[in-house]
């Protein structure tokens, strides 16, 4: 069996073996001046390079990068879907084109990592009204004798509304049983691992696509998708990575049902790696979504049993998830953090039953109800409609 490891030093040797040097892993706080709140993509702190200034290493480059999204929040817990993943990633900054760069895919996947090309599925970018179909890639997929999808929205690659765009070409593989059916966008069993974009153009905020004049690809793998389909799992949480927490957490917290058990690994390690960069929780930003994804934890744990705590983790399943990200803050030094807010969290829900026990609050509550508890007593709507029906999610949706 081929381990989480074993398959990073794999992509990035054959990328090495083909030219390209290893850019250093980031934080997952993004560069300044970016929007958004995590780094989401190996290519994210390349923007720069992608956009024309030369790298310091050269136009060949790979590297692993942690990443954090959370539009795949309400996602998290089916087969393939984390909150924080890792993404191994491969460039060409104005050097070599996108026919090479999936020829290059195809071959490790299959060669490398010995995946039949009839498990294999590819999409491209058929085409929309401002840019024709990616003839290119097309032709090039169907050389290698792989089965190709067009689609105009789900093949257009960019990072936000404007700047670096491009369509681009992902690869799926069957992870159903018996002989592959339908295609990526009519079975969702055809998983998607390895996106390749054709860095082509910057949208300006008219709409309008500038052509970039050194074009560029930018590749993005996700680790635990594959190693989920090389380990031959049924979903990315039953791969080697995630033994300890299947293991530790029911004799933690007793027999937890599979979305518990799911949701707790998920948000228990995505906190772990978040504080691991020191990022602190905090009423807003990426701070604000650490808080959020610890009382995710934290409710999850109490709905069954309320004497359920943190402090129960072993410091060494934090020690090891630390060690995997190659993160050095001090195991106990995340622990305290967990902890602080694990007490915080139960003052506030207790000052919440408290203030919501009075007449006031036991019939219908008005909006101008939901402003005064939230703005005099610190109670979020969704945290008292938590505490009135007795269950559910008080921290929503992280995404807003
Ligand atoms: N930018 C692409 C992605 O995020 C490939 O790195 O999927």
């Given at each position: 069996m081929i381990s989480t490891d074993r398959t990073i030093r794999m992509f990035l040797e054959f990328f090495?073996?083909?030219g390209h040097e290893l850019v250093p892993q980031e934080s997952l706080i993004p560069p300044s001046g970016d929007s958004v709140l995590f780094t989401t993509s190996g290519m994210h702190p390349l923007t720069p390079y992608l956009l024309g200034r030369p790298h310091p290493l050269g136009p060949r480059l790979t590297n692993l990068q942690r990443c954090l999204r959370t539009t795949d929040l309400d996602e998290v817990g089916d087969s393939t879907h984390l909150t924080v993943f890792e993404m191994l990633g491969s460039w060409s900054l104005g050097d070599y084109d996108?026919?090479?760069s999936l020829r290059w895919g195809c071959e490790l996947l299959r060669d490398g990592f010995g995946i039949d090309p009839g498990r294999m599925h590819v999409t491209i970018f058929g085409g929309d009204e401002q840019v024709g179909p990616d003839d290119e890639s097309w032709r090039t997929w169907e050389e290698l004798g792989l089965p190709v999808e067009p689609t105009t929205e789900e093949n257009w690659?960019?990072?936000e509304p404007t700047g670096l765009c491009g369509p681009d070409s992902e690869i799926f593989v069957w992870t159903g049983p018996g002989m592959p059916q339908g295609t990526p966008t009519t079975d969702d069993r055809w998983v998607e691992v390895w996106n390749h974009v054709m860095m082509r153009y910057v949208r300006h905020s008219d709409g309008s696509l500038e052509p970039l004049r050194r074009p560029s690809v930018d590749t993005g793998l996700g680790l635990e998708r594959l190693v989920r389909i090389l380990q031959d799992r049924p979903s990315v949480f039953d791969i080697d990575i995630f033994q300890p927490w299947l293991t530790t957490l029911p004799r933690l917290?007793?027999?937890l049902d599979e979305s518990s058990m799911r949701l707790l690994s998920d948000h228990l390690r995505s906190c772990i790696v978040v504080l691991g960069d020191r990022i602190v929780p905090s009423p807003n930003g990426g701070g604000y979504v650490l808080r959020r994804l610890i009382r995710r934890v934290l409710t999850t744990l109490w709905r069954d049993e309320p004497t359920r705590t943190l402090s129960d983790l072993p410091i060494d399943l934090i020690e090891g998830t630390l060690g995997h990200f190659r993160q050095s803050r001090p195991p106990r030094?995340?622990?305290?953090?967990?902890?602080?807010?694990e007490r915080r969290f139960g003052r506030l829900l207790e000052r919440g039953w408290q203030v919501l026990s009075r007449p006031r609050f036991t019939g219908p509550l008005r909006d101008?109800?939901?402003r005064?508890?939230?703005e005099t007593h610190g109670l979020p709507r969704d945290l008292v409609m938590y505490l009135r029906v007795g269950h559910g999610d008080p921290t929503g949706n992280v995404v807003r």
């Open positions: 090495r073996e083909r996108g026919p090479r690659w960019s990072h917290w007793g027999p030094e995340v622990r305290t953090v967990l902890l602080d807010e101008d109800d939901y005064y508890l939230h």
